[in-house]
Nanobody, 124 residues
Framework: QLQLVESGGGLVQPGGSLRLSCAAS????????IGWFRQAPGKEREGVSA????????NYADFVKGRFTTSRDSAKNTVYLQINSLKPEDTAVYYC?????????????????WGQGTQVTVSS
């Protein structure tokens, strides 16, 4: 069964950085485009970033451009989300998700497989 596991979340001060990881077990992530999404308390889940199968294409939500970077390491079967200059409004549960197709859009409906999420809390 296809499983995604996020890690790397935690409590960080404003202006700090985190690197989230999305690891797969039982299958190769190379066969999938990977999206990152987040859900803040009391809000709907929203798209953050997407990366194509090869890593050659990426897309980001406007509110994270310049601060977040997604990448993938085929050898480690892992996709990353580097988050810099964290703000309190970035506090959320972050999810990675896999899709057979890369559209460049950050639409949840396009993603078939989801991880359980990792909590990111930005607070002083």
């Amino acid at each position: 069964q296809l499983q995604l596991v996020e890690s790397g979340g935690g409590l960080v001060q404003p202006g700090g950085s985190l690197r989230l990881s999305c690891a797969a077990s039982g299958f190769s992530l190379d066969a999938y485009a990977i999206g990152w999404f987040r859900q803040a308390p009391g809000k709907e889940r929203e798209g953050v970033s997407a990366i194509s199968h090869s890593g050659g294409y990426t897309n980001y939500a406007d509110f994270v451009k310049g601060r977040f970077t997604t990448s993938r390491d085929s050898a480690k079967n892992t996709v990353y989300l580097q988050i810099n200059s964290l703000k309190p409004e970035d506090t959320a549960v972050y999810y990675c998700a896999a899709s057979r197709y890369y559209s460049g859009r950050l639409l949840q409906i396009e993603y078939n497989y989801w991880g359980q999420g990792t909590q990111v809390t930005v607070s002083s």
